[in-house]
């Protein structure tokens, strides 16, 4: 019996919150919310819709221009290091030849890592153009996908530079262990 009393009494709630909440919503509208000046209302949406467009656009373009000048700080900061060691490793290999060495190897590999640094550099710049076009783009999400991508493909050259290094460092070290033994 206390059963169903209790059921009652929440069904006969839950009722008249059905009934309430739509009855206050309409009392909250106030005079002149409903009607023909609801459409005026609507009517100006496109041009706010339009301004907002705009300023985002102009967020975006801000955003990606600090993005940019952080990005290209780092890039260059480590593309100017990866030159500095080709130039100090290319100083060594005529060092190692007035001795006496051999370094034809080193040499060769250090071109193609100098290559690759070019390539990265290239790579980069187009992706600094394509992400500046991204504000512009009709679809600025797969714009900035291909941006993105094509920095990624840059860092990976810059990374494929490293390693070239790294391989004609071993060769370095190789010439000069050979020149001590000879």
């Given at each position: 019996m206390k059963m169903n009393k209790l059921m009652s009494i929440v069904v006969a709630a839950t009722l008249i919150a059905a009934f309430a909440v739509p009855v206050s919503a309409i009392a909250a509208q106030g005079p002149g919310s409903a009607g023909m000046e609801t459409a005026g209302v609507g009517a100006s949406r496109p041009e706010s819709a339009t301004a907002s467009r705009g300023e985002a656009a102009a967020?975006?373009?801000?955003?990606?221009?600090?993005?940019?000048?952080?990005r290209?700080?780092?890039?260059?900061n480590s593309a100017d290091r990866l030159q500095e060691r080709i130039h100090k490793m290319e100083q060594l290999c005529d060092r190692i030849e007035d001795a006496?060495?051999?370094t034809e190897q080193v040499r060769s590999q250090l071109r193609i890592?100098?290559?690759?640094?070019?390539g990265a550099v290239r790579l980069e710049n187009?992706?600094?153009?394509q992400f500046r076009n991204v504000p512009d783009a009709e679809n600025v999400r797969g714009a900035f996908g291909e941006a993105r991508?094509?920095?990624g493909e840059a860092v990976g050259e810059l990374k494929r530079t490293r390693s070239q290094l790294k391989s004609a460092l071993r060769e370095?070290?190789?010439?000069v262990s050979e020149l001590k033994e000879g």
């Open positions: 967020a975006l373009r801000d955003r990606i221009a600090n993005a940019l000048r952080l290209s700080q780092a890039f260059n006496g060495g051999e890592a100098e290559d690759t640094l070019e187009r992706a600094v153009n991508a094509l920095g370095l070290k190789e010439c």
